[in-house]
């Protein structure tokens, strides 16, 4: 278990497109580790692999509120119902937030660390985080659809 280094924007690392994990093995599950740690150590609700510098389509979330901790690998998007506005913030665009538009409901299709497959149910806050960190592994922040930004 370790922190590693949340790259920031401009880095270019962010705009890339991550690849599928196809060996779901002790590497995986010592990145996932990682990311947990980095995750809580910079007190955020998420965080995609991208982020360490890590080009594989994997991310942690932990909204808190929810009580539940999700890993997701190879995540996607299967259903999204609804629309609401939110206030949303990056660990790798430190210090900006803004608003940007949300589903209200969605369902993610994922695998765990061992490869098994699962689907996840998720309103709001946690809908709101599978989403912006299932952007990340194609190369989006949340800053590419701000309205509005909020200043501090
Ligand atoms: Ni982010």
Same mark, same amino acid.
């Given at each position: 278990?370790?922190?590693?280094?949340?790259?920031?924007?401009?880095?270019?690392?962010?705009?890339?497109?991550?690849?599928?994990?196809?060996?779901?093995?002790?590497?995986?599950?010592?990145?996932?580790?990682?990311?947990?740690?980095?995750?809580?150590?910079?007190?955020?609700?998420?965080?995609?692999?991208?982020?360490?510098?890590?080009? @594989?389509?994997?991310?942690?979330?932990?909204?808190?509120?929810?009580?539940?901790?999700?890993?997701?690998?190879?995540? @996607?998007?299967?259903?999204? @119902?609804?629309?609401?506005?939110?206030?949303?913030?990056?660990?790798?665009?430190?210090?900006?937030?803004?608003?940007?538009?949300?589903?209200?409901?969605?369902?993610?299709?994922?695998q765990?660390?061992?490869?098994?497959?699962?689907?996840?149910?998720?309103?709001?806050?946690?809908?709101?985080?599978?989403?912006?960190?299932?952007?990340?592994?194609?190369?989006?922040?949340?800053?590419d @659809?701000?309205?509005e930004?909020?200043?501090?």
């Amino acid at each position: 278990m370790a922190i590693r280094l949340i790259r920031k924007e401009p880095d270019e690392v962010l705009r890339k497109t991550s690849r599928e994990v196809t060996a779901f093995d002790d590497r995986l599950a010592q990145l996932l580790d990682d990311m947990y740690d980095t995750m809580y150590d910079a007190g955020g609700v998420g965080l995609a692999a991208v982020q360490v510098g890590i080009l @594989k389509r994997a991310v942690v979330v932990d909204t808190r509120e929810e009580g539940e901790r999700y890993e997701l690998v190879n995540p @996607k998007l299967v259903y999204k @119902k609804g629309e609401r506005e939110v206030t949303e913030g990056c660990l790798s665009v430190p210090g900006v937030s803004g608003y940007v538009k949300r589903p209200e409901k969605v369902i993610v299709r994922a695998q765990d660390r061992t490869g098994e497959t699962f689907e996840v149910e998720a309103t709001g806050l946690l809908a709101q985080a599978f989403c912006h960190e299932i952007e990340h592994l194609d190369g989006g922040l949340f800053i590419d @659809k701000v309205t509005e930004y909020i200043d501090d």
